[in-house]
């Protein structure tokens, strides 16, 4: 653990404990330093020279159009490129650990514990012919050493805690008979089961409606904010990106053009790009939030 002074006067953890004299402290969870990742051996890296790190309890937000690389850097974090891709260059420290060099059995014990995923649309993820319920009690199986009975209990409250009405009906339903918006909530509820450290959430509003995704995008905060949880979410809507996150990385066709504070980079941005994309800036139930 790398313990570091706090900057800013966000509020942060303060330690009880005397070894720091009560001082604000926080620390480092997670350091992308000189990343480039490729998804043919030979050509070109697809993204180039991503930089950024993120404290215990923070929220960054990448932003940027389609295809700009947004998938890759958050699927690299969690070793799960698809079609060959690898990281070619740089480094990926979380809580101290070198994810470039984890074995297979590391793998298992980070994710979907101490780092989990939310997806665009998590009803592809199940299985559609069996019951949300046998999948979600096989999961805590999986990660956990508990009985059913344990398990479906713990299913219950994440699903409470995700504002599921009737959490017993949706565990004896199938994806089908869901809303997006519910199968989306189920989805989270999976992914905060372990209390992770670290949320990696790929447009997990996207496809829903305006009004889901603003209920949806406050859910995610105050589960973030509530537990310490950090969360890196990718996103199209500069909005929520805004709302939600303490730090904004835009990128471009496989590069950052701009990263920093989200209110310096709204308020003040330095890129072209960035000044465009803020140009058409999206409402969200009616409040504008840049
Ligand atoms: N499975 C894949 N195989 C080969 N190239 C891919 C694959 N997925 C993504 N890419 C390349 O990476 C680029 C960035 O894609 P992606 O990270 O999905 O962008 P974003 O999430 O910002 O829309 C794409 O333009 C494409 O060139
Ligand atoms: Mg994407």
Same mark, same amino acid.
């Given at each position: 653990m790398i313990l570091r002074q706090a900057q800013d006067n966000t509020p942060k953890k303060i330690l009880s404990t005397n070894n720091f004299s009560s001082k604000e402290v926080t620390y480092l969870l997670l350091e992308v330093s000189k990343l480039d990742i490729s998804y043919a051996k030979s050509s070109a890296p697809t993204v180039h020279d991503v930089n950024f790190t993120l404290d215990d309890g923070e929220i960054l937000a990448i932003v940027g159009e389609s295809g700009s690389g947004k998938t890759t850097v958050i699927r690299a974090i969690l070793n799960v490129l698809p079609g060959g891709g690898h990281v070619s260059n740089g480094s990926i420290t979380f809580d101290g650990q070198n994810l470039l060099t984890l074995d297979a059995d590391g793998w298992r014990n980070l994710r979907g514990g101490k780092i989990s995923m939310i997806f665009?649309?998590?009803?592809?993820?199940?299985?559609?012919?069996?019951?949300?319920?046998?999948?979600?009690?096989?999961?805590?199986?999986?990660?956990?050493?508990?009985?059913?009975? @344990?398990?479906?209990?713990?299913?219950?409250?994440?699903?409470?805690?995700?504002?599921?009405?009737?959490?017993?009906?949706?565990?004896? @339903?199938?994806?089908? $008979?869901?809303?997006?918006?519910?199968? =989306?909530?189920?989805?989270?509820?999976?992914?905060?089961?372990? =209390?992770?450290?670290?949320?990696?959430?790929? $447009?997990?509003? @996207?496809?829903?409606?305006?009004?889901?995704?603003?209920?949806?995008?406050?859910e995610l905060m105050f589960i973030t904010r509530g537990s310490g949880a950090s969360m890196i979410i990718v996103t199209h809507n500069i909005g929520v990106a805004s709302y939600l996150a303490d730090n904004l990385m835009v990128m471009s066709q496989g590069r950052v053009v701009e990263y920093g504070k989200t209110d310096d980079v709204i308020n003040r941005p330095q890129a072209e790009y960035t000044k465009t994309l803020l140009a058409s800036v999206p409402e969200i139930g009616g409040k504008r939030y840049v």
């Open positions: 665009q649309d998590s009803g592809n993820m199940l299985n559609p012919v069996r019951t949300i319920g046998s999948q979600f009690v096989e999961y805590i199986q999986v990660h956990s050493d508990v009985d059913k009975k @344990s398990a479906w209990d713990t299913a219950v409250d994440k699903l409470t805690l995700m504002n599921l009405p009737n959490p017993e009906n949706i565990l004896n @339903s199938y994806t089908f $008979e869901l809303s997006g918006g519910m199968r =989306q909530r189920v989805g989270i509820a999976m992914a905060i089961t372990f =209390q992770p450290k670290l949320l990696l959430a790929d $447009e997990p509003t @996207s496809a829903l409606d305006v009004t889901t995704q603003a209920q949806i995008v406050g």
